[in-house]
């Protein structure tokens, strides 16, 4: 009888899983540090070179490995489990993903997709550390056949909320502020120099978001459409992800209408249609980050709770909104452990799984922010309320204490879902939420302060009021709240789900009691919704020229979208003033792709011009223009119009 052990014997699988897993490391060890070394073609062996040939031979070795009392004595020594091998796999990638990109930025290396690619490895085998087995075809069928109505119908309200914000991207808002011209710009310097570490911050923004940006330019040319397009995709996102966070908390009729609330808000449209500020991406980030840990501790499944982790850390690559969520959660979670302990105690491990993926996955981002520490704060250092000394000021100036005041911004940001008009990045007069949302909102926020005992529902308005807090207390100025908010809508939204729903349910209106009624009730309030929003956005703001700031936004965006027209091989010159003039916005520098102009503040007359040369007009001189023209006629004219007045004039010198 043959007694020897197979060769797939667990303990020899182990052994050569951790031996060829090393070799691979000291591979990837030594390119990195070779990649990262001066070039010197008089080196016949570089100087790391000798750390990938260890792996190479480690991971040959790990073939050599065969069963026998040696293996078990070994096996027996490693007390690792399978799981815990992935964790350290997941981890040891994570700090070689650091090294990778301290060494990189170091040797001005641009091309990070390697410290990228290890990176995404390391966020993969943390979540397959946690997985017990992937589902097979058939099951995947049965699942799908199970919930295809369900499907189905989140499926049209994605394609509505799709169309809302893709019809006529690059042309609705017709200008681009100047916000967005600096994002374009600085996504454009992603491809060189600090910006092209995924992990570094400009503004708050992450690189890794500027660099995808940029990838959109690149792909489909340096258009608005191309800077509009992540924004878009993140607003389309939100539908899903609010729609898994809805149905975690109240079920699948809640999840619908929160999903087709998101898709037709006239706020959300507009974040998702310009890149000036990235809120947006918290509303569709955020919500997963939250549907994965509660469904993980809800369900006891490790796997999720440790997605979620691995989502959280890579939003600090996106924006300020990860610091936020950050906060709320790891109280969330010492308020259940204090008030909670019996529903939260039995999920400690898939809590502890979640923050083992968020500290593995940040390592990166960490190494860059304890470098560069002023980058990580410098939203809160340009907009804060103590580094700016506005809360000082206004404490001196107004008389009333501290408490009050910051309780006046908290009210303040609130009352910006509700009450105060959309204007900045927006030009809406009318409130985040109208008024028949607010109304079923204020109803959902009662029923989820009612129900804070519950741990979806504590998490709910952990999520609400941490972003109206954090508003509130943090940021100012005041007039910012209206864009800032952005990060309380998801949570907003699906409280005003809860409040149509429970509404219905108290007025003997509800789903079991009386589906046509309820179907009826619900289907009328979110069509008259949607007619609404529809017309708030597409019809009162997109074709009244509201966005841009002020009129010498909007000409700024002209200015760089004719400059770019302009045959390049002559000069521009642009008659200007302290209110116009080029250099004011980036705006112009994206759209005419850097094209210089030269300003010409003193009289048209007092200038020679030659032949084939570009005068452009201000509105305020376009009648300086207009005379000169007469006087030197058979050149080509030429308007551009803002809604009803003539905000740019130019001349080719015949």
Not at 83 to 103: E, I, K, P, Q
Not at 594 to 619: H, K
């Amino acid at each position: 009888m043959n007694t020897m052990e197979p060769e797939t014997s667990g303990e020899v699988r182990r052994i050569r899983r951790l031996v060829a897993f090393l070799g691979v490391f000291f591979i990837l060890l030594g390119q990195f540090l070779i990649y990262s070394a001066p070039l010197d073609e008089k080196i016949l062996f570089p100087q790391y070179e000798g750390l990938s040939l260890l792996g190479v031979v480690l991971f040959l070795l790990s073939q050599l490995v065969r069963p026998g009392p040696l293996t078990r004595r070994i096996a027996g020594r490693i007390l690792i489990s399978e799981r815990a091998a992935w964790v350290v796999a997941a981890f040891m990638l994570s700090v070689l993903a650091t090294v990778g990109s301290g060494l990189f930025q170091i040797s001005t290396r641009s091309n990070y997709i390697p410290v990228l690619a290890v990176w995404a490895l390391a966020g993969l085998a943390y979540v397959a550390a946690f997985s017990d087995r992937i589902l097979t075809w058939a099951e995947w069928k049965a699942w799908l056949k199970s919930h295809r109505a369900e499907i189905l119908i989140l499926l049209v309200v994605i394609l509505l909320g799709a169309s809302l914000r893709f019809y006529r991207l690059g042309e609705i808002p017709r200008v681009l502020d100047g916000d967005e011209g600096r994002v374009g710009m600085a996504a454009q310097t992603t491809v060189m120099g600090d910006l092209a570490n995924p992990f570094a911050l400009w503004d708050n923004f992450g690189a890794l978001y500027l660099q995808a940006i940029n990838l959109c330019l690149r792909f489909f040319g340096p258009t608005p459409f191309a800077l509009r397009l992540l924004p878009a995709i993140g607003g389309i996102l939100a539908i899903p992800a609010i729609y898994l966070l809805a149905r975690q908390i109240g079920g699948k009729r809640v999840a619908f209408i929160a999903a087709f609330l998101v898709a037709i808000s006239h706020t959300h449209i507009n974040f998702s249609r310009i890149a000036s500020v990235a809120y947006i991406h918290g509303t569709w980030l955020v919500p997963f980050e939250l549907y994965f840990l509660l469904s993980g501790l809800e369900k006891r499944q490790a796997w999720r709770t440790a997605l979620g982790g691995v989502i959280l850390a890579m939003h600090f690559s996106v924006y300020l909104t990860a610091q936020v969520v950050t906060a709320m959660i790891l109280v969330y979670m010492i308020i259940s452990f204090i008030f909670l302990r019996s529903w939260f105690k039995p999920a400690l491990p898939q809590a502890l799984a979640f923050w083992g993926g968020f500290l593995i996955m940040i390592l990166p981002e960490a190494y860059y922010v304890a470098h560069y520490p002023e980058q990580f704060l410098n939203r809160l250092a340009q907009d804060g309320t103590l580094t700016t000394g506005w809360l000082a000021e206004t404490v001196a100036s107004t008389g009333q204490s501290t408490i009050q005041v910051l309780f006046g911004r908290v009210m303040h940001a609130f009352l910006a879902l509700i009450y105060y008009p959309s204007l900045d990045f927006y030009g809406s007069p009318t409130p985040m939420l109208s008024m028949i949302s607010a109304s079923i909102f204020l109803l959902g926020l009662g029923l989820a302060l009612w129900r804070t005992k519950s741990p979806k529902y504590l998490l709910l308005n952990g999520n609400f009021w941490a972003a109206t807090l954090a508003v509130g207390i943090f940021a100012v100025p005041p007039s910012a709240d209206s864009y800032r908010m952005l990060m309380a809508l998801p949570a907003a939204l699906i409280m005003a789900a809860i409040g149509l729903d429970q509404m219905l349910e108290y007025f003997g209106l509800g789903w079991k009691q009386a589906r046509t009624a309820y179907g009826l009730s619900v289907g009328a309030i979110l069509v008259s919704l949607l007619v609404f929003n529809l017309w708030t956005y597409y019809g009162d703001f997109a074709g009244q020229c509201r966005y841009g700031d002020n009129l010498a936004g909007r000409f700024a965006s002209y200015l760089g979208k004719y400059v770019k027209t302009v045959d390049s091989q002559s000069d521009i010159y642009l008659l200007s003033n302290d209110i116009y003039s080029y250099g004011t916005h980036a705006s112009t520098y994206f759209l005419s792709q850097t094209r210089p102009v030269t300003n010409l503040p003193a009289p048209i007359d007092s200038v020679q011009f030659v032949s084939g040369e570009t005068i452009i007009a201000n509105p305020d001189r376009i009648t300086e223009l207009l005379t000169w023209v007469h006087a030197h006629p058979g050149g080509q004219l030429e308007y551009q119009h803002d809604c009803s007045r003539t905000i740019l004039v130019a001349y080719r010198v015949p």
